[in-house]
């Protein structure tokens, strides 16, 4: 299974759909809200389940909200509806960003970016 992880990043949100690119299939979304408060809503979809809705906890920022999606995605001992057995099974990532107009088009993100 070749997993994608799609990521938009706008001011305060955080938008992500994972794709299973062997069955042409999206797998999962989600949204999170208002990052950098101690209550930013989240909203999360499998796709074979009913949306789910949570408050967490994004006081450090987007950091937060990244580490609460993997959460969410990845299954494990407290998460056992997460859509993943593992992260290394994402093999993309695709993230897309508003960049202060220094960069015209789609670019690899290096060291230099």
Known sequence: MKMILVINIG???LKYALFDMAKETQLG???IERIGNQESP??????????TKLMIDTTYGYEDAIIQMLKVLVRNDSNEEGILEDISEIK???FKTVHAGKLK???ILTDEV
């Open 105 to 107: 088009e789609s670019t």
């Open 11 to 13: 001011s305060t949100s």
């Open 92 to 94: 993309a990532v695709g």
């Open 29 to 31: 979304a989600g949204l």
């Open 42 to 51: 989240y909203t999360y979809t499998q796709m074979d389940r009913n949306s």
